[in-house]
């Protein structure tokens, strides 16, 4: 990597293209060369604001050689304001610049980390809590033999719902019809969303265990790790975490701690590629598996492609959701190729530079339009 950055090169424009839910960055460097990268979604277009009042100013006709120093040097000049918003709007450079870099060197971003192209398989994540134990099954099983996907993650309780059920004995249910109905020899995974208390989670994991599910992802309120760390310390299968967290104390204190068995920085979430690597290699240092969140089928579920195949304590499966344009009507033709044909449980990562991917030009067009150039 280093010899790949020795050249200095500076950024001479960048344009934001977005709608609410969506904003996709175009980078240009001085010599005309170009990267595509997005901001985390939801409220984009408010990220995006912040895009160019708190990210830009810091970086235009700036020399970029190193990744990590100049999210650094953004996060110290923005001191005051170390939350979430900064860093969904870094995300939208750090991912621009990674795929300038792989399209510069002719290499997709994945072998840029050291990893290869090829198949990634992936597990069938479904974000509906409003349908039945019997209708999830259901289309659990469609997409398994339709499909071929080998793991399944399934939501209980309320999302941050104090220790309520979605509807009475919903998550009970589930957690036996599911398994139940997919059968042996396939995984299956389980979201809590921060709902529980410590004593809630341990007894429905217990449940969990007893019907063959493997995986137990933020089963109390993400913002008291202390609870995380009992239900951790009771239960018999992996209890996950991380993707709200973007502070590195918190994830510092999390690995150390052994707060959860398995990270899972979401990408986008966490400021971009570079600072979701730091965090794999905080976990790959603790002997510690990372399978990093990725919830929509916007760029977050490219980039965590390359992301997962580029480490080398990543988890067997990258996160796949199920949820079509009546759940995300916003993910409706915003690539101008597919990137998410899963065929036998499994995406893939072609040998195509970059992020492999480009915005629909349609999409682009219908899109709120801003930039920022150099004068120099």
Request: charged share 25%.
């Amino acid at each position: 990597m280093k010899g790949i950055l020795e050249h200095q090169i500076k950024i001479k424009k960048l344009e934001t293209f977005t709608t609410r839910y969506v904003s996709a960055v175009r980078l240009t460097m001085e010599d005309g060369s170009q990267g595509w990268g997005q901001m985390s979604t939801y409220c984009a277009n408010i990220t995006s604001q912040i895009f160019h009042q708190q990210i830009v100013p810091h970086v235009l006709g700036k020399e970029f050689n190193d990744f990590m120093d100049m999210g650094n040097l953004i996060m110290e000049r923005e001191h005051k304001f170390p939350g979430s918003y900064v860093l969904r709007a870094l995300a939208g450079l750090d991912t621009a610049l990674w795929d300038w870099l792989g399209r510069k060197e002719e290499l997709p971003v994945t072998k840029l980390i050291g990893g290869t192209v090829g198949k990634v398989p992936v597990y069938a994540s479904s974000m509906k809590r409003g349908i039945t134990p019997e209708d999830e099954a259901n289309r659990f099983m469609k997409l398994r033999d339709n499909f071929g996907y080998k793991a399944f993650k399934f939501r209980v309780g309320a999302e941050c719902g104090r220790g309520r059920d979605e509807w009475k004995g919903r998550s009970e249910k589930i957690v036996v019809e599911v398994p139940k109905k997919l059968g042996p020899g396939i995984i299956k995974m389980v979201d809590g969303n921060s709902c529980y208390s410590a004593q809630q989670a341990i007894e429905l994991g217990n449940r969990m265990t007893d019907n063959g599910i493997t995986h137990f992802e933020e089963p109390c309120p993400y913002w008291l790790p202390d609870e995380t760390k009992k239900v951790t310390d009771a239960l018999k299968i992996d209890v996950t975490g991380g993707e709200q967290d973007c502070d590195m104390r918190i994830w510092k204190d999390m690995i150390d701690r052994k707060v959860v068995d398995i990270v899972q920085p979401d990408v986008m979430y966490m400021g971009g590629l570079t600072r979701s690597l730091q965090v794999a290699k905080m976990a790959e240092l603790a002997n510690m598996t990372c399978t990093p969140h990725a919830a929509n089928l916007s760029l977050v579920t490219v980039c965590t492609m390359h992301f997962l195949n580029g480490i080398k304590n990543s988890g067997k499966f990258l996160e796949f959701s199920i949820e079509g344009v009546d759940y995300y009507p916003w993910q409706k033709d915003l690539f101008a190729n597919d990137p998410f044909e899963v065929e036998n449980g499994e995406l893939t990562i072609k040998n195509i530079p970059g992020w492999g991917v480009d915005f629909n030009r349609d999409w682009l067009e219908k899109a709120g339009y801003e930039y920022s150039e150099s004068e120099e």
